[in-house]
């Protein structure tokens, strides 16, 4: 009987110990199991490049990147209220990111090399975050100056001391509303600018011309100043007298107090439809309830409403052209209403068939038909008045500034050349001197 016992309390005791042996076990591989590191799967990103190539808009170019239709409109609207696609050119690179799955995650627009236009797929939204990538820069002013010889014009002087066409076209520009250079221009007449310019590894991305100056016999004497405003794109932002008079002859003020083009005149995808159509006139950006102002006197021939242009202005002028102002959010005159220049006719919006909040501005000739109201020459405001004025004052003072600081820098290393001459006459003087005494 105790045989028995035993027996049976040694089995249970073993079983205990085996249940036991086999828990610390599990226990130990389930621990190994739980403790080893999860290695993240790395995602395979593909990029192409291009540029954009003579003859192509951004959506012609995109496909050099692999970009499909559907894709590219996506991508241009996720672009249109920051990068001004009139002034794409020839030579701007495209960057295009793909994952494994061959499906776009980035796109990148560069205009220069030191900024970057980048818009990335937000995989939390869906949508197409947008920022800019800007590498160092630096501003470097100088003067150049010079006077015309024998034969030569402004245009071909500028051109050959290496500035660009467009800043020697800027410049001439500038000057044209004050000298007639067809029957005033003169051999001896004398020119100076001052130029700004924005460096990136020494390479010249942007310039600004603050100032320019042109004097002569016949042709007198003119000085241009560039005034600069808070806004961003601001139409205000331009060359002005030192009195504040703006230099552009012209009747036509701009709609918007600033002026960033989403979409131009001409041929297009439409951003809703994505269907090829002719877009009579220019997309502007701007912000919900901004005030729309008419470019010139006339009277009100339309002030209404459609489910496409939503609410919609139309202004026949004096000389018989028509300015069109669509999807604005409110209308402010009625039809038969007459308006002053640069009256407030409404306020930005979006209604109508539209992606968001912009100003659609069109114009016709006299003779009815539409053509591209960038083409017409229109400015902010024909002289600045009150805290424009006295900023282009403070503005005037600091270029003045400026011009007598390079001034006496260029004559300092004139006498810094000279030093060493200075020594060797000095030296010759003494020598003399000792002969003479002999």
Same mark, same amino acid.
């Given at each position: ?47 192409? =490049?291009?540029? =954009? ?41 495209? *960057? ?37 990538? *800007? ?208 009256? =407030? ?94």
């Amino acid at each position: 009987m105790l045989n028995s016992n035993m027996f049976k309390l040694l089995t249970l005791i073993s079983l205990i110990l085996l249940s036991a042996s086999c828990e610390r076990s599990e226990a130990k591989r389930v621990s190994s199991f739980t403790t080893q590191p999860i290695i993240p799967v790395k995602e395979v990103y593909k990029a192409k =490049v291009g540029q =954009v190539k003579r003859g192509q808009g951004l959506y012609q170019a995109l496909k050099s990147v692999s970009i499909d239709n559907s894709m590219a409109l996506t991508i241009i609207n996720a672009l249109r209220d920051e990068v001004e696609f009139s002034k794409l050119k020839v030579g701007d690179k495209l *960057e295009a990111v793909f994952n494994q799955n061959k499906e776009l995650v980035e796109f990148s627009l560069a205009q220069n090399p030191a900024e970057k236009h980048v818009v990335r797929l937000n995989r939390n939204t869906g949508k197409w975050d947008y920022h800019l990538r *800007e590498e160092e820069t630096h501003w470097n002013a100088r003067i150049l100056e010079g006077e015309l010889r024998s034969g030569s014009t402004l245009i071909e002087d500028l051109l050959a001391r290496g500035l660009a066409p467009s800043v020697a076209n800027e410049i001439i520009n500038v000057l044209l509303c004050k000298v007639n250079f067809r029957m005033n221009a003169r051999m001896g007449d004398r020119y100076k600018v001052l130029l700004n310019e924005r460096k990136h590894n020494e390479e010249t991305i942007q310039t600004k011309i603050l100032y320019t100056s042109y004097s002569g016999e016949r042709a007198g004497t003119h000085e241009a100043f560039f005034y600069e405003d808070e806004e961003k794109s601001s139409t205000y932002t331009a060359h002005y007298t030192e009195r504040g008079q703006a230099l552009i002859r012209s009747g036509l003020r701009y709609p918007l107090s600033s002026l960033h083009v989403r979409s131009g005149y001409g041929w297009r995808r439409h951003p809703v439809t994505g269907r090829r159509a002719m877009h009579r006139g220019v997309d502007l950006r701007g912000r919900r309830g901004r005030p729309v102002h008419a470019v010139a006197a006339g009277k009100v021939i339309l002030s209404t409403y459609n489910k496409y242009a939503g609410n919609k202005v139309a202004i026949r002028h004096r000389d018989g052209s028509t300015s069109y102002y669509l999807h604005l959010n409110k209308r402010g005159v009625n039809k038969g209403d007459w308006v002053r220049t640069y009256q =407030v006719i409404g306020t930005v919006g979006s209604t109508g068939r539209v992606t968001g909040p912009h100003l659609h501005f069109g114009f016709k000739k006299p003779n009815g038909r539409w053509m591209n109201p960038l083409s017409k020459r229109m400015i902010a405001t024909p002289r600045l008045t009150g805290k424009r004025f006295l900023k282009l004052k403070e503005q005037i003072a600091q270029t003045k500034a400026l011009l007598i600081d390079l001034e006496v820098s260029k004559k300092a290393k004139y006498i810094l050349a000279d030093i060493p001459n200075i020594e060797k006459d000095i030296e010759k003087a003494r020598e003399n001197k000792y002969l003479f005494s002999l």
